[in-house]
């Protein structure tokens, strides 16, 4: 990938390809005006950014460093920069609202130019936003602005690299602006993989994988984006960070995990070295039918714990399964569609025809019922596509939001029961609820919620009613804040009781020393004193 490659940008009020824009057929328009009646909201197609708050002589600074044609203060380019893809930042900026715009955008090429960047940036308190694909659900790209003389935001678009790749190995070493198709494209010429599939992926950066800790659909046969890195370079304020001299150590606590998941507020990671694989010969991609949600679950947990987890395995409960299917009579009958779990493998023709034999064996032995690969190909060929039906229904007053969580197995039932009750509470009784296991681990799993409600009056309020219950039903079944989402601002206000007192102060500590100008994403990840 040539540094400086044209990357398309998502629309500033939308998800996405602008040229992708998706539209309700007319039997799903009809579903939801009898669900929740159609509106319009008003779209501000006008609005532009304040003016710059960096005068010429700040600007003048960044140009000598990285070249008067990377930095960038025009209305289009800052608008692009401003904030994520939340709903509630979607509807921050239909409503016009550009108050989190930087007041520059920055493109260093480089980890020497991002270490200048930041020392420029200390010097004269100016907050800086690493960015690199602006797919961010939790409020991690909106800086506090109090007290600095204005944000940058640090555009990574100019770092597309592959550095390095070692096939002895099997490891490669990629620089943070490279988007998820882009390092497969580039992996894919020697014939190997990565095999982190995020819904985000189209538009989500390998920088943002590790700074956010993602989880991507294949995490059951590749792992967590974390568990796959076994290196990182990282920008800070006052020096480098150059962390992972081998696969693993006994050499203190492991360094790298104090940055992955760091979200930009301890150092800007410059290049992730990654455990890679080779790409698949096969894939093959089913679908299951179980009778309830505790019994599918049940069923996931059997092969994680018998290690038995294909690639890819995901479980729909009864109401995302009922709404999702075109056909609900195809696993059931329609008055009992049951729950929908979809299996996934890939590899060599051998490896494949092993797991999956194993695995069916397994499932057709406490219940499941096998559906054919239909719904399996059905699902991978729509796997990034509801951010944009976020968008239809959003365009129809309709509210639509994602969260996750994640618990023990012996805490799963509470936690759905709680989380679904306290969002069914919070968002009236028209409003649906829907949830799947997204990701499964031999002691636990993760569960991804989905809401849908008729827009109130103030739907920016209305939704922050429905997080905090939600959160505050998480924490009080002892489950974890976010499994894949990171904190950001969203999520900050609940990260004491996950991490305590103690945490929360050795997390300030850190930042302190390696930001102490406290210049980095401020407002993002750390809780404040």
Same mark, same amino acid.
């Given at each position: 990938?040539?540094?400086?490659? !044209?990357?398309?940008?998502?629309?500033?009020q939308r998800w996405g390809d602008p040229a992708v824009r998706s539209e309700l057929p007319?039997?799903?328009?009809?579903?939801?005006?009898?669900?929740?009646?159609?509106?319009?909201?008003?779209?501000?197609?006008?609005?532009?950014?304040?003016?710059?708050?960096?005068?010429? #002589?700040?600007? #003048?600074?960044?140009?000598?460093?990285?070249?008067?044609?990377?930095?960038?203060?025009?209305?289009?380019?800052?608008?692009?920069?401003?904030?994520?893809?939340?709903?509630?930042?979607?509807? =921050?900026?239909?409503?016009?609202?550009?108050?989190?715009?930087?007041?520059?955008?920055? =493109?260093?090429?480089?980890?020497?130019?991002?270490?200048?960047?930041?020392?420029?940036?200390? #010097?004269?308190?100016?907050?800086?936003?690493?960015?690199?694909?602006?797919?961010?659900?939790? $409020?991690?790209?909106?800086?506090?602005?109090? +007290?600095?003389?204005?944000?940058?935001?640090?555009?990574?678009?100019?770092?597309?690299?592959?550095?390095?790749?070692?096939?002895?190995?099997?490891?490669?070493?990629?620089?943070?602006?490279?988007?998820? &198709?882009?390092?497969?494209?580039?992996?894919?010429?020697?014939?190997?993989?990565?095999?982190?599939?995020?819904?985000?992926?189209?538009?989500?950066?390998?920088?943002?994988?590790?700074?956010?800790?993602?989880?991507?659909?294949?995490?059951?046969?590749?792992?967590?984006?974390?568990?796959? %890195?076994?290196?990182?370079?990282?920008?800070?304020?006052?020096?480098?960070?150059?962390?992972?001299?081998? &696969?693993?150590?006994?050499?203190?606590?492991?360094?790298?995990?104090?940055?992955? $998941?760091?979200?930009?507020?301890?150092?800007?990671?410059?290049?992730?070295?990654?455990?890679?694989?080779?790409?698949?010969?096969?894939?093959?991609?089913? +679908?299951?039918?179980? !009778?309830?949600?505790?019994?599918?679950?049940?069923?996931?947990?059997?092969?994680?714990?018998?290690?038995?987890?294909?690639?890819?395995?995901?479980?729909?409960?009864?109401?995302?399964?009922?709404?999702? @299917?075109?056909? !609900?009579?195809?696993?059931?009958?329609? #008055?009992?569609?049951? /729950?929908?779990?979809?299996?996934?493998?890939?590899?060599?023709?051998?490896?494949?025809?092993?797991?999956?034999?194993?695995?069916?064996?397994?499932?057709?032995?406490? +219940?499941?019922?096998?559906?054919?690969?239909?719904?399996?190909?059905?699902?991978?060929?729509?796997?990034?596509?509801?951010?944009?039906?976020?968008?239809?229904?959003?365009?129809?007053?309709?509210?639509?939001?994602?969260?996750?969580?994640?618990?023990?197995?012996?805490?799963?039932?509470?936690?759905?029961?709680?989380?679904?009750?306290?969002?069914?509470?919070?968002?009236?009784?028209?409003?649906?609820? @829907?949830?799947?296991?997204?990701?499964?681990?031999?002691?636990? /799993?993760?569960?991804?919620?989905? %809401?849908?409600?008729?827009?109130?009056?103030?739907?920016?309020?209305?939704?922050?009613?429905?997080?905090?219950?939600?959160?505050?039903?998480?924490?009080?079944?002892?489950?974890?804040?976010?499994?894949?989402?990171? %904190?950001?601002?969203?999520?900050?206000?609940? @990260?004491?009781?996950?991490?305590?007192?103690?945490?929360? =102060?050795?997390?300030?500590?850190?930042?302190?020393?390696?930001?102490?100008?406290?210049?980095?994403?401020?407002?993002?990840?750390? &809780?404040?004193?």
């Amino acid at each position: 990938m040539t540094p400086g490659t !044209p990357t398309v940008e998502m629309h500033p009020q939308r998800w996405g390809d602008p040229a992708v824009r998706s539209e309700l057929p007319p039997s799903a328009l009809g579903l939801v005006e009898l669900a929740f009646g159609l509106q319009q909201p008003a779209v501000a197609a006008d609005a532009r950014p304040a003016p710059t708050a960096l005068d010429d #002589e700040l600007l #003048e600074g960044l140009r000598a460093l990285v070249g008067t044609e990377h930095v960038l203060v025009d209305d289009a380019t800052r608008t692009l920069r401003t904030r994520g893809k939340s709903t509630s930042d979607l509807l =921050r900026a239909r409503a016009g609202d550009l108050a989190d715009a930087p007041d520059a955008v920055v =493109r260093p090429d480089g980890h020497g130019e991002v270490l200048a960047v930041l020392a420029w940036a200390s #010097e004269h308190r100016v907050a800086v936003v690493p960015f690199g694909g602006g797919t961010c659900v939790t $409020g991690g790209l909106a800086a506090r602005r109090d +007290g600095f003389a204005g944000v940058v935001s640090l555009d990574l678009v100019r770092m597309k690299r592959l550095l390095t790749v070692d096939e002895e190995s099997m490891t490669a070493t990629l620089q943070p602006g490279l988007r998820g &198709p882009e390092a497969e494209a580039l992996l894919a010429e020697r014939g190997l993989t990565l095999g982190h599939y995020p819904q985000s992926f189209e538009h989500a950066s390998i920088g943002g994988f590790a700074a956010t800790r993602s989880s991507g659909q294949s995490s059951a046969g590749y792992g967590r984006f974390d568990a796959m %890195v076994v290196g990182v370079t990282v920008a800070t304020p006052t020096g480098s960070l150059d962390l992972g001299s081998s &696969p693993a150590n006994a050499a203190g606590p492991d360094l790298r995990q104090l940055v992955l $998941g760091s979200e930009g507020a301890f150092g800007v990671i410059t290049a992730v070295t990654v455990r890679v694989r080779r790409a698949p010969d096969v894939t093959a991609y089913e +679908g299951w039918r179980w !009778p309830s949600f505790d019994a599918g679950a049940d069923a996931m947990r059997t092969l994680a714990q018998a290690g038995l987890l294909p690639t890819v395995i995901r479980l729909s409960d009864e109401s995302e399964t009922a709404l999702n @299917l075109a056909d !609900p009579t195809s696993i059931g009958g329609a #008055e009992d569609p049951g /729950c929908l779990m979809i299996t996934g493998y890939e590899g060599t023709p051998d490896q494949v025809e092993a797991r999956r034999a194993s695995v069916t064996a397994v499932l057709a032995g406490l +219940g499941g019922t096998a559906l054919g690969e239909e719904p399996g190909q059905k699902w991978v060929h729509g796997r990034f596509a509801a951010p944009y039906l976020r968008d239809a229904l959003l365009d129809h007053g309709v509210l639509v939001e994602t969260l996750e969580t994640a618990t023990f197995w012996s805490h799963r039932a509470r936690l759905y029961a709680d989380v679904r009750a306290a969002l069914q509470s919070a968002l009236g009784d028209g409003a649906l609820v @829907l949830c799947h296991v997204s990701h499964v681990y031999e002691t636990g /799993c993760s569960l991804y919620f989905t %809401v849908a409600a008729r827009q109130g009056d103030d739907p920016l309020a209305q939704w922050a009613e429905a997080k905090r219950a939600a959160s505050e039903a998480m924490v009080e079944a002892g489950a974890t804040i976010t499994h894949h989402h990171a %904190v950001g601002t969203d999520h900050r206000p609940w @990260l004491v009781h996950e991490i305590g007192e103690v945490g929360v =102060r050795v997390l300030r500590a850190v930042k302190a020393e390696l930001d102490p100008a406290g210049v980095l994403n401020p407002g993002v990840l750390v &809780p404040q004193g």
